[in-house]
């Protein structure tokens, strides 16, 4: 079983001649511990062409110390990484390959370099003898084991000073004893990690760049830009999301299926709305593997709100109006259909389809299939693109606010926040050419939007809620209580539908369609 743990470090540079500073000094540090010299040998893996290093990602297998093993770790922010573990083996443990899957594709991992350590290591301490952090001396050699490079030299030998703080401790500490080191002369590592530094200085660096990346020199966009800049910047950066959240999703972290799955979304609805930027010979395809992903994404995701949607509502309820094992038989209801739409979402991303679908979105930003209108301005041909959008969610909203409340309403209502989402991206997808006046656009159209979600979440909630009734009246419990909260969810469907008039008339304004285009 894979472990995580996060990871808060910086690294400073040394020499063998280094002597450091009394840190007593640094507040909060009331004693310093030698904890003796560890050996450390750890071999580092990644892809031929150092798929893994180009996102950062750091992938060894280790022996010596108190951890060894393979360690995976995720960049999380600066000085910040997520360390996921697993016991010493042969070769790499499946719990580790999956998380590396969306990177990796259908290539190997391989030895890439060897780094030898010996880590002489001091705890920080407070007055209560609890560890703070840990301070190390590196005496660090790599060896380049990937064939290539040129002249470069094949290993490098370098000193550094590293201070990992510990579990749950401030990291205002890390500030405390930098300022010391500083004085003491001792500065910050200009590399990000051990990997970084021997990649670069054994003539592996990867390429910053990622494969389809905007050309050196290239600008953000602008409405002075073309339009096929401005919506392939918005394409990578959505299929980006896609191989970075991939890992996310596995180690189910909070958030991390909803953001992929907006993901797959947001790139459906930029194929369409810029048709006329990008071919959609080419884009439909891709557009109906993104469908199908986002469909396995959404069985888990529209559990998770609907689970949080009846506990919530449940939780609210009177004591008196709680009748039987309510919150129980929710419990298991809801966990049993959570356990099958995560084990099939696993399944999908495991799929040879799903590398399928993240090749194909690597061909089409390495050979873009542009149109026409794709060398034309950002700022003629965006705007168009939006209130087309916007055209086509006005003509689905009129026709639902004039149905009457019932299955065929609910019906015309999923249908306009559909087109709600996709107006919303769209502007979205213009907002860094076309600037504020796309982010208004956005901002009202979302509202009508989360309007639009909120009113379907009570149509899934009633057909939860009557199912459960049912399974309670099957096994002689009470149904009064799901009876209640169905009456619940109806009145707020029916609050919704009277706020709709009044958020869609601002959402509407002509104004709003007019700014995009001056």
Same mark, same amino acid.
């Given at each position: 079983m894979a472990e995580t743990k996060r990871e808060i470090e910086r690294k400073y540079e040394a020499t063998a001649e280094t002597r450091l500073p009394d840190l007593t000094r640094a507040a909060g540090v009331a004693s310093v511990t030698g904890e003796g010299v560890v050996e450390l040998d750890a071999v580092y893996y990644d892809t031929p062409g150092l798929r893994l290093a180009a996102d950062s990602l750091t992938l060894r297998r280790r022996t010596g110390g108190a951890d060894a093993g393979w360690h995976l770790k995720f960049p999380v922010a600066v000085g910040v990484r997520d360390e996921i573990g697993a016991p010493l083996s042969k070769t790499l443990p499946r719990s580790l390959a999956g998380l590396l899957r969306s990177r990796v594709r259908h290539d190997e991992v391989v030895p890439v370099v060897r780094l030898?350590?010996? &880590?002489?290591? %001091?705890?920080?301490?407070?007055?209560?003898?609890? @560890? *703070?952090?840990?301070?190390?001396? !590196?005496?660090?050699? /790599?060896?380049?084991?990937?064939?290539g490079a040129g002249a470069a030299a094949r290993t490098a030998a370098w000193t550094e000073i590293e201070v990992e703080l510990a579990d749950d401790a401030d990291p205002a500490l890390l500030d405390a004893v930098e300022k010391r080191l500083r004085k003491a002369g001792i500065h910050p590592s200009?590399?990000?990690?051990?990997?970084?530094?021997?990649?670069?200085?054994?003539?592996?660096?990867?390429r910053t760049a990622k494969k389809g990346a905007a050309k050196k020199g290239a600008t953000a966009p602008s409405a002075d830009g073309t339009a096929g800049d401005a919506v392939l910047a918005y394409?990578?950066?959505?299929?980006?999301?896609?191989?970075?959240?991939?890992?996310?999703?596995?180690?189910?972290?909070?958030?991390?299926?909803?953001?992929?799955?907006?993901?797959? &979304?947001?790139? %459906?609805?930029?194929?369409?709305t810029y048709r006329? @930027? *990008?071919?959609?010979?080419?884009? !439909?395809?891709?557009? /109906?593997?993104?469908k199908w992903l986002a469909g396995e994404l959404g069985l888990a995701r529209d559990q998770e709100v609907l689970d949080a949607r009846l506990a919530a509502a449940l939780a609210a309820l009177p004591a008196e109006q709680r009748r039987g094992p309510a919150r129980g038989r929710l419990r298991t209801w809801g966990g049993a259909r959570?356990?099958?739409?995560?084990?099939?979402?696993?399944?999908?991303?495991?799929?040879?389809r799903h590398l399928a679908l993240l090749d194909a979105l690597d061909g089409l930003l390495a050979d873009p299939p542009l149109r026409p209108a794709s060398r034309k301005k950002a700022g003629k041909v965006l705007p168009k693109a939006v209130v087309r959008d916007h055209r086509r969610l006005a003509g689905r909203i009129a026709p639902a606010l004039a149905l009457d409340p019932g299955p065929e309403r609910d019906v015309a209502l999923h249908e306009a926040r559909k087109a709600a989402k996709r107006a919303r991206y769209a502007a979205e997808a213009a907002a860094p050419a076309l600037g504020k006046p796309a982010k208004r656009f956005a901002k009202r159209v979302k509202a009508v939007q989360s309007l639009l979600g909120?009113?379907?979440?009570?149509?899934?909630?009633?057909?939860?809620?009557?199912?459960?009734?049912?399974?309670?009246?099957?096994?002689?419990?009470?149904?009064?209580?799901?009876?209640?909260?169905?009456?619940?969810?109806?009145?707020?469907?029916?609050?919704?539908?009277?706020?709709?008039?009044?958020?869609?008339?601002?959402?509407?304004a002509p104004e709003i369609r007019a700014a995009l285009s001056r």
């Open positions: 030898r350590s010996s &880590r002489d290591v %001091r705890h920080l301490r407070d007055e209560a003898g609890t @560890v *703070l952090a840990e301070l190390s001396v !590196d005496t660090v050699r /790599a060896d380049r084991l990937l064939p200009g590399a990000p990690s051990k990997l970084a530094r021997a990649l670069d200085e054994t003539g592996l660096a990867p394409v990578r950066e959505q299929v980006d999301a896609l191989v970075r959240l991939d890992p996310a999703v596995r180690r189910d972290l909070p958030d991390a299926v909803h953001k992929m799955r907006v993901a797959c &979304r947001r790139l %459906r609805s930029a194929f369409k006329k @930027v *990008l071919d959609r010979e080419v884009t !439909d395809p891709i557009g /109906a593997e993104l959570s356990r099958l739409a995560r084990h099939r979402l696993l399944d999908a991303l495991d799929s040879a909120d009113h379907q979440d009570t149509v899934v909630a009633r057909l939860a809620l009557r199912d459960l009734a049912t399974q309670a009246e099957a096994v002689g419990e009470p149904s009064f209580t799901w009876g209640v909260l169905h009456a619940r969810q109806e009145e707020a469907a029916a609050e919704g539908e009277r706020e709709l008039p009044g958020v869609w008339k601002r959402a509407a």
